[in-house]
């Protein structure tokens, strides 16, 4: 366990090295000029702009920005923005409380929802109910966040008047949000569930426990729902990675923090350090949460160890 | 994402269909292409009870700025928000003329290269530094230092010198060049009085996090990614004359809540969630219309308004008849009622109607005449002689290159429209919608035919000099055209002191560039404001319909 632990975060290292240098070199082949963009209104001139990027080091050759920042990395330095000069690590961290926040409920919702309504399913197969789940599934899935969350905010927050649109802060302001991801979390989950479950129930060794008269419960979750945890354990894992970024559409709806946001406006700014220092965490944290489901496989299945 | 637009704009189109019936609106109201009288303040009828102490604004802005340092923003969000916070030395009437703030009067040298300001005595900043010559030095001397990076101000600075100390309350600007619209550019946020004290002890990238300046508001909190807040500056000085009441704000805070989406500011303003929203759609403006609790303020920016700017060192856009045939086949006046259902206003030179030393004579150059481009296509060789429906000259097609940006919808939108017009003359616009770096970068190397861009200032010398001075072709001056005659004019304007002579030299500028057909104009900038009834006292800022005063606002239940 160790040692494969150890060749994990080896592996790590190797994946962030080029998560970085991908970032790196792809923000410099998008056409456009962070300088420019950031003096657009001033009015500067050639010379200025030249300036400004000499200030920025950003006149330097590639190769020399890249070891520069690689170099910086390494000791733990992101780097500053170049829009306002702040450190980038603070930049990332005081937009991460609320992407976890919002993470966190909208898996909440989404594991739990997601799997009794596959199991629901999975035991009734073939059913209306089944049916009628799975085609919520397929809606789900396909429900685009941003016309489910105007379309939340139109009911509860202006008809209705129950529920704040905008912000965080409050269980009242984290709900919205995380039912849009959430809802869309708990139907991928769904189907993996009950697809696993549907298999898994067909084993001899289900009709076994049947057979010893263990009480259907029984039979279900030590028996069944374990043994088929696993690629529900993987696509959690997924859903955690897209969550850190790919919440961007249902934070600009909610006006919310959160890496997404921030992320896409470093990127359109073209504003190099923080869209790598951006990719970076959000690289970092998808890796520890995969991590972490394998290290569950072990606990799930004890046969992964070895 | 073309799909995902399509969805988000049926969604809208659903959602307000939902929205005017829910209103119970018995009729929908069609909307009439109309232009509302851009209102300099908002005038409320006396009140006859003292006005409320306290309560929180909360307002619903569009946008983040990455900055809020007066001295280093751009951002029109960012100077709204230090309207609250740092004074001006000037500030404007709804004439233009300026009138004192900071300073009580001030005097300009017959050369136009030294203004003195007398500087109204006993203001101290919010920290207790004294507000001062001294203080008024440091900002200047802040806002021209390299290590500032100043973003804007610098520009509405102009050829500054330096700044001259003559006793506590007396200070001179010097000047290289006479810097004709200084006095109406020291009405703007981006030369905003700081704190020397607290903006050298923080530094330059940390101050904006410690705004500091005279003004009846506090700097509380920025939590980025989601509001700035302020609070009531007790001790206020107690504000220049225009202001409606002496002394310490009326509101407790201020929250600027930064509210992307503009069916979610509207929804928010409705409720009551927010009080004042930036920014609003014009599709959702009849829907406002009905609403009786919201006041709508439709403001038309002072500026060139969406231009196209043709690129005039590339083929075809290098011939005159070309460009001529352009502004004839395209029509601004449908872009503007199909986009904004005329809520934006067509415009027909490179200033708008709002803008000082505007020249009407614009207006009746070049109607919609598709007829009359193809003959002038014609005249220039461009022929369909293949009849495929695209004209050519010696066997190549005519195909213009028009990069937008893509997600700057007044730069977006009116692009497919101008690809089809062109096309009913045989024009083939190739659009390409680009993020925003990109959008700046073809038109700054010139590898465009049509660039697409608008300059919003309130005097013509800011507008006109950024966008057409020939040196600036690698910053907005995008039809990479020199024209000697122009640029000595531009530079003429900006240091005529006299102001009617000042307004021939622009109106003669306003001449050259339609005449040569530089640019095809589309519609003026406006910025929709709403208004809830029980916010009383908001007062726009006279020549920046992007910003307003807070400190009169008081809220009526």
Same mark, same amino acid.
């Given at each position: 366990m160790w040692q494969q632990l150890v060749r994990r975060l080896i592996l790590s290292v190797v994946v962030l090295w080029l998560v970085v240098t991908i970032a790196f070199v792809a923000m410099r082949f998008v056409p456009g000029d962070p300088v420019a963009v950031m003096l657009q209104?001033?009015?500067?001139s050639a010379v200025r702009i030249a300036e400004v990027r000499h200030e920025l080091g950003l006149d330097q050759p590639t190769a020399v920005q890249y070891v520069k920042y690689l170099g910086g990395v390494v000791r733990g330095d992101l780097g500053k923005s170049?829009?306002?000069?702040?450190p980038v690590t603070e930049v990332v961290l005081e937009q991460f409380p609320a992407t976890l926040e919002l993470t966190v409920a909208s898996m909440i919702i989404g594991v739990s929802l997601g799997i009794a309504l596959g199991l629901a399913s999975a035991l009734r197969e073939g059913s209306l109910v089944d049916n009628a789940l799975m085609v919520f599934a397929v809606f789900g899935v396909s429900m685009p966040s941003f016309w489910f969350g105007l379309l939340l905010i139109y009911v509860?927050?202006?008809?209705?008047?129950?529920?704040?649109?905008t912000g965080q802060g409050g269980l009242s302001r984290l709900i919205m949000p995380a039912v849009v991801l959430g809802l869309g979390i708990a139907a991928t989950i769904a189907r993996i569930t009950r697809s696993s479950m549907v298999e898994v129930m067909r084993k001899e060794y289900i009709t076994t426990a049947r057979a010893k008269g263990l009480r259907e419960r029984v039979v279900i979750v030590r028996h069944a729902l374990k043994n088929a945890l696993i690629p529900i354990l993987t696509m959690i894992g997924l859903e955690v990675g897209w969550l850190l970024g790919g919440a961007v559409v249902t934070e600009t709806v909610f006006s919310r923090q959160g890496l997404g946001r921030l992320t896409i406006n470093a990127v359109t700014q073209m504003d190099f350090p923080l869209v790598q220092g951006a990719v970076l965490f959000m690289a970092v944290f998808y890796m520890a949460s995969n991590l972490i489901v394998d290290m569950l496989y072990v606990v799930v299945d004890p046969r992964i160890q070895t | 994402m073309k799909a995902r637009r399509l969805v988000g704009v049926f969604v809208a189109i659903v959602l307000l269909a939902l929205a005017v019936i829910g209103c119970g609106a018995e009729t929908t109201e069609v909307a009439t292409p109309q232009t509302e009288v851009p209102q300099a303040a908002t005038a409320e009828p006396t009140a006859v009870t003292a006005p409320t102490q306290g309560g929180e604004l909360i307002v619903a802005m569009a946008y983040e700025p990455t900055k809020i340092d007066p001295h280093r923003t751009a951002s029109e969000t960012a100077m709204n928000i230090t309207y609250q916070v740092c004074e001006t030395l000037l500030a404007r009437a709804a004439d233009g003329t300026p009138v004192p703030y900071l300073a009580d009067s001030w005097e300009v040298s017959a050369d136009g290269l030294a203004f003195t300001f007398h500087l109204h005595q006993g203001i101290k900043f919010q920290d207790g530094t004294p507000f001062n010559g001294e203080a008024v030095k440091y900002n200047f001397d802040r806002i021209i230092?390299?290590?500032?990076?100043?973003?804007?101000g610098i520009t509405y600075l102009g050829p500054y010198l330096s700044t001259e100390?003559?006793?506590?309350?007396t200070v001179v600007l010097h000047y290289?060049?006479?810097?004709?619209?200084l006095l109406n550019n020291l009405?703007?946020?981006?030369?905003g009085m700081v704190s020397p004290t607290v903006a050298t002890q923080w530094g330059v990238e940390e101050f904006q996090d410690h705004l500091v300046g005279t003004g009846p508001f506090l700097f509380k909190e920025w939590k980025r990614g989601e509001y700035i807040r302020m609070e009531k500056y #007790?001790? =206020? &000085?107690? @504000?220049?004359?225009?202001?409606e009441h002496q002394g310490?704000?009326?509101?407790?805070s201020i929250v600027y809540k930064f509210v992307p989406e503009s069916t979610v500011r509207t929804g928010i303003l409705q409720t009551g969630e927010a009080q004042v929203a930036a920014e609003l759609a014009t599709t959702d403006v009849p829907m406002l219309k009905e609403d009786a609790n919201i006041q709508l303020d439709i403001l038309q920016n002072p500026g060139t308004g969406i231009i196209l700017m043709f690129?005039?060192?590339?083929?075809?856009?290098?011939d005159l008849k070309v460009r001529q045939a352009l502004n004839y086949a395209i029509d601004q006046a449908s872009i503007s009622d199909i986009l904004y259902q005329g809520i934006m206003a067509p415009s027909y030179g490179?200033?708008?109607?709002?803008? #000082?030393? =505007? &020249?009407? @004579?614009?207006?009746?150059?070049?109607?919609?005449?598709p007829e009359k481009a193809k003959a002038l296509l014609a005249e220039a060789?461009?022929?369909?002689?293949?009849?495929?429906g695209i004209v050519d000259k010696d066997g190549v097609k005519m195909v213009l290159e028009f990069p937008t940006h893509g997600k700057f919808a007044v730069y977006r939108d009116p692009a497919p429209i101008v690809q089809a017009q062109l096309k009913e003359v045989g024009i083939e616009v190739n659009v390409q919608n680009l993020a925003g770096a990109g959008w700046m970068e073809a038109a700054r190397t010139g590898t465009h035919n049509i660039a697409i861009v608008d300059w919003r200032a309130n005097e013509p010398d800011g507008n006109l000099r950024n966008t057409?001075?020939?040196?600036?072709a690698t910053a907005f001056?995008?039809?990479?055209?020199?024209?000697t005659a122009l640029d000595a004019l531009l530079l003429k304007g900006m240091v005529t002191m006299d102001a009617t002579e000042r307004c021939s030299i622009y109106e003669e500028v306003q001449q050259v560039i339609m005449n040569d057909a530089m640019i095809k104009p589309i519609n003026s900038y406006a910025n929709i404001w709403g208004v809830r009834n029980?916010?009383?006292?908001l007062h726009f800022v006279p020549g920046g319909p992007a910003y307003f005063w807070a400190f009169d606002i008081h809220l009526e239940k």
């Open positions: 209104k001033s009015g500067a170049i829009f306002t000069g702040r509860f927050s202006l008809i209705l008047g129950w529920l704040p649109a | 230092d390299p290590a500032t990076m100043s973003e804007e100390v003559v006793d506590e309350y290289e060049t006479p810097h004709a619209v009405a703007n946020a981006v030369l #007790p001790d =206020y &000085w107690g @504000g220049p004359a225009f202001f310490p704000a009326y509101l407790d690129n005039m060192s590339k083929a075809p856009t290098d490179p200033l708008v109607s709002t803008t #000082p030393c =505007y &020249w009407s @004579g614009a207006e009746q150059m070049y109607p919609y005449d060789g461009w022929t369909d002689t293949d009849g495929d057409f001075q020939s040196e600036n001056a995008w039809t990479w055209h020199k024209n029980e916010v009383k006292g």
